[in-house]
Structures are given as structure tokens and as C-alpha cells.
Nanobody, 124 residues
Framework: QVQLVESGGGLVQAGGSLRLSCVVS????????MGWFRQAPGKQRDLVAT???????NYADFVRGRFTISRDNAKNTVFLQMNSLKPEDTAVYYC??????????????????WGQGTQVTVSS
């Protein structure tokens, strides 16, 4: 069973930094792309950043230059370094694994998976 577990959220003052981590477990063979999304209360879930298994990155305009996504393919882990945080960055941050291939004896599954989310709160 594929699971994504996020960590690193918390409360920080404006201008501060946080680093989020997400570990994917479950007999993973490969993951095409991993990413971070966020959802503030009453708003839709927005893409923050993505990274492919080849290292290509994509960022939302509202975080470009402040956030950096990276991944450790060997450990099936993705990170989000968040600097110069603003109160408007306050949201629940979700990790996503796209086209994650999981293999156990006799069965191969491919799917898109989400973590449970981690709260990031930026005070002014």
C-alpha cells in the first residue's frame, strides 16, 4: 500500500523559513513526478511546485524565487524549502506522487497519491 507522509509544517513569522518533507513508502519502483500543493480555508487546492524524476521543476508564480523543490529519488522523498514566507502562504500543504509504480510479488500498481497534509501558518 502506497503511503505519503509529510512533515515540517508549523508556525513561523513572516519572513521566516520552513522546510517540508514527504516520504513515499510502499514497495515503490519509480515515481514520474512529485509535487506540493496547498489549500487555504475556503479556497481551491493550488499547485505550488513539481519536480520530475529527471529533476525538471515547475513553480507557481506566487512562490517562484522564494520556494525550492528538490527530491531524493533513492529515498522516494521530496522536499520544499520555503523562504521569505508571507501570511498569504498560510495553508495546508499536500504532497503528491504522480504515476507512482509499486511492485509486490504478483502485482504491479500505478497510481496518483496524496499525503494527509501539513499545516503551515505564517504570522504577520
Amino acid at each position: 500500500q502506497v503511503q505519503l507522509v509529510e512533515s515540517g509544517g508549523g508556525l513561523v513569522q513572516a519572513g521566516g523559513s520552513l522546510r517540508l518533507s514527504c516520504v513515499v513508502s510502499g514497495s515503490i519502483v519509480s515515481i514520474t513526478a512529485m509535487g506540493w500543493f496547498r489549500q487555504a480555508p475556503g479556497k481551491q487546492r493550488d499547485l505550488v511546485a513539481t519536480i520530475t524524476n529527471g529533476g525538471s521543476t515547475n513553480y507557481a508564480d506566487f512562490v517562484r524565487g522564494r520556494f525550492t523543490i528538490s527530491r531524493d529519488n533513492a529515498k522516494n522523498t521530496v522536499f520544499l524549502q520555503m523562504n521569505s514566507l508571507k501570511p498569504e502562504d498560510t495553508a495546508v500543504y499536500y504532497c503528491n506522487a504522480e504515476n507512482a509504480v509499486s511492485k509486490v510479488p504478483g502485482k504491479t500498481t500505478i497510481g496518483n497519491y496524496w499525503g494527509q497534509g501539513t499545516q503551515v501558518t505564517v504570522s504577520s
